[in-house]
């Protein structure tokens, strides 16, 4: 299964199951969509993204909320 149809399960759940508000899911969203994940999904490949976003001039601060989010989702997959 793709990494797409798997974080749409995801956010499903969240706002089904634990009641997520919707914010949350856009932040979901939004940090799924910073990090453009592939399969498929290795260590090197989110740390490299990491270092991309802050190459372009992201501040740390937001990278750190994007980590938060996207490391939900990889909590989930596991």
């Known amino acids: ?10 956010v499903t ?14 932040f979901y969203e939004q940090s799924f969509r910073a990090f453009n994940l592939q399969d498929p999904l290795t260590k090197s490949q989110l740390s490299d993204r990491v ?15 994007y980590i ?3 490391n939900s989702f990889l909590t989930w997959l596991k």
């Open 1 to 10: 299964m793709s990494l797409e149809v798997l974080f749409k399960q995801f």
């Open 51 to 65: 270092t991309t976003l802050r190459q372009k001039g992201m501040s740390p601060a937001c990278c750190n909320a």
């Open 13 to 26: 759940e969240k706002r089904c199951v634990t009641n997520a508000s919707h914010n949350t899911k856009l």
């Open 68 to 70: 938060r989010g996207i």
